[in-house]
């Protein structure tokens, strides 16, 4: 593929979204009688939504969708709408299927209609960390970027992607770092943002180029030269890497441009990733006009990590899975920030966490049936 071409893919492609927090507004009946302009103006509205997914949205094959069966399903429906709302109710029973997070509708007033709840359990509370973040020297930047020291290591919540939280910023929250024995990255609430920012922090980690992730995307049929997935591939930036281990705390409510990262960093010799699964949401998401003051999104790409396996649906795995507990912990700590700490002390050489010998095993089951 010609230089000329590659550019003209990715502008069209443009930065990814985030997947925020959604309100979902009343779809309340109405009972007024519509006229057939109304009606009409409903049925144009569904057949635009309708082929601006036809002609865009990647996944169907992969989500097991057959769009052509949905439009005949639902355009009846929409031709009964009686009002917007109830327009709305219909495309968004038609787009449920697809279960994903970056497929909504936004209403006049801003508020988004999502069509896909995950029923997911994330790994971060935001009080227990905050207490855990009092004896860690924490500096907020803003509610969404801080950094601090935790046992001895340096320690950095990206909690967005999205300004103020910057490439100049992270360049220059690193470089104090730069002597730090070891740095814990917490994205587990990270929901997204611009993905070329999160990539453009990774490249400050390898001393190689490398492929980051791949993308498919749906090409006009007059382009043959494109081979799909394209690669998308991070080198070093910077005057300088940071090569010391490296923590990636992960989980469920990491999305988007967060998943891109995490996908990129787990690749690296010095890096474990802790934690859960993230999300599993990657859709690189462009926003079009519905009509009568209404918009919707549709997911422009269907990304894959470094070893070509799918994130959308299916999330990015950690190295080191742990089970969320923190009832079983004090109020004022963050099991896996703990836990970030003693694989860190591990890798310096500070102390081995050992597995429990069969020995020790059995006097722990003789003490525990002795307490019994």
Same mark, same amino acid.
């Given at each position: ?11 069209? *492609?443009?930065a &990814?979204?985030?997947s ?6 009343s ?5 007024a ?5 109304e ?11 309708w082929?601006r997914f ?6 169907f094959a ?5 769009w ?10 929409a031709?009964?709408?009686r009002?917007?709302?109830e327009l709305?109710?219909?495309?968004v029973?038609m787009?449920s299927?697809?279960?994903d997070?970056?497929?909504w *509708?936004?209403?006049?007033?801003g508020q988004?209609?999502p069509t896909?709840?995950p ?7 935001r009080?227990?960390?905050e ?21 001895? +290591?340096?320690?950095?919540y990206?909690g ?17 770092m730069?002597?730090?024995?070891g740095l814990?990255?917490d994205?587990r609430?990270n ?6 920012t999160?990539l ?11 492929? &980051?992730?791949y ?19 991070i ?5 300088w ?10 989980g469920?409510?990491?999305?988007? &441009?967060t998943e ?6 787990r690749?690296l010799p010095?890096v474990?990733?802790v934690g ?11 926003t ?6 209404w918009?919707f ?6 990304e894959?990590g470094?070893?070509k396996r ?6 990015? &795995?950690?190295h080191?899975?742990?089970t969320?507990?923190?009832?079983? +912990? ?5 099991p896996?920030i ?12 500070? +102390?081995r ?18 307490r019994?």
């Amino acid at each position: 593929m010609t230089r000329a071409r590659h550019w003209k893919v990715w502008l069209a *492609l443009g930065a &990814a979204a985030s997947s925020g927090a959604c309100v979902v507004p009343s779809l309340r009946s109405q009972a007024a009688v519509v006229s057939p302009a109304e009606t009409r103006s409903f049925v144009a509205q569904f057949d635009t939504l309708w082929t601006r997914f036809d002609e865009v949205y990647p996944s169907f094959a992969y989500k097991r969708v057959d769009w052509r069966a949905q439009r005949a399903a639902y355009r009846t429906r929409a031709q009964r709408a009686r009002s917007q709302d109830e327009l709305i109710a219909v495309l968004v029973d038609m787009l449920s299927p697809l279960h994903d997070l970056h497929v909504w *509708l936004v209403d006049p007033r801003g508020q988004a209609v999502p069509t896909f709840r995950p029923s997911v359990r994330a790994n971060f509370e935001r009080g227990r960390w905050e207490s855990a973040m009092r004896d860690a020297s924490y500096l907020a930047h803003t509610r969404d970027f801080g950094e601090g020291t935790v046992g001895g +290591y340096a320690y950095l919540y990206i909690g967005s992607w999205k300004e103020p939280v910057s490439q100049d910023a992270l360049d220059l929250a690193l470089a104090r770092m730069r002597d730090a024995p070891g740095l814990i990255i917490d994205v587990r609430s990270n929901a997204g943002g611009t993905d070329q920012t999160a990539l453009a922090f990774a490249s400050r980690f390898t001393t190689r180029a490398f492929t &980051a992730s791949y993308v498919e995307i749906r090409t006009d049929s007059l382009v043959k030269d494109i081979e799909m997935p394209l690669a998308r591939t991070i080198g070093p930036r910077g005057g300088w890497q940071f090569t010391r281990p490296v923590v990636v705390l992960s989980g469920r409510g990491g999305f988007s &441009a967060t998943e891109s990262f995490v996908a990129a960093m787990r690749t690296l010799p010095q890096v474990t990733v802790v934690g859960d699964t993230t999300g599993g949401a990657s859709g690189n998401p462009a926003t079009f006009s519905l009509g009568n003051g209404w918009h919707f999104t549709v997911p422009r790409w269907l990304e894959f990590g470094p070893d070509k396996r799918p994130i959308e649906g299916r999330g990015v &795995a950690p190295h080191l899975a742990m089970t969320w507990d923190p009832a079983s +912990y004090d109020s004022a700590r963050d099991p896996l920030i703990d836990a970030a700490v003693g694989l860190l002390g591990e890798r310096n050489g500070v +102390y081995r966490i050992a597995p429990v010998s069969s020995q020790d095993a059995r006097v722990a089951r003789t003490s525990g049936d002795a307490r019994r």
